[in-house]
């Protein structure tokens, strides 16, 4: 999240997650390249997996966030449309927000975390 790395967002729709990090990661990865089967590679992720998300985003929304054409002679691909480029820039809008209504609380919980210990180094 903005702000603070150890905070996540995520909005839920009926029962499952709507959006989060990893939705908004995927859309914007669509966006810079048009497709699906890039933006999972970046991600580390299946083809398929990806492709999951992406209906579910599609089925969470009242409107498209990602439309697909069908592989061919001239290939497939996917565009995200001006609707899901408006939803993920209001996610990050709402992660910057949150991350700066409790950043005076994190910085004092952050406090009380154990520090990791020093590597030794070898003999």
Same mark, same amino acid.
């Given at each position: ?21 990893? *939705? ?39 409107e498209p966030v990602i439309l ?46 154990? *520090? ?8």
């Amino acid at each position: 999240m903005a702000g603070y790395p150890g905070l996540l967002l995520r909005i839920l729709s009926a029962k499952n997650p709507a959006m989060g990090p990893g *939705k908004a990661r995927l859309v914007g990865l669509i966006a810079e390249s048009g497709s699906i089967s890039a933006a999972a590679r970046k991600m580390g992720m299946s083809y398929r997996r990806a492709w999951q998300l992406v209906e579910a985003l599609n089925k969470s929304f009242n409107e498209p966030v990602i439309l697909t054409a069908i592989g061919g002679k001239r290939g497939g691909g996917a565009v995200v449309t001006d609707f899901g480029k408006r939803l993920v820039a209001h996610y990050h809008g709402m992660e910057t927000k949150a991350s700066a209504a409790i950043a005076a609380d994190l910085e004092e919980f952050s406090a009380q975390l154990r *520090k990791p210990a020093a590597k030794r180094k070898p003999r």
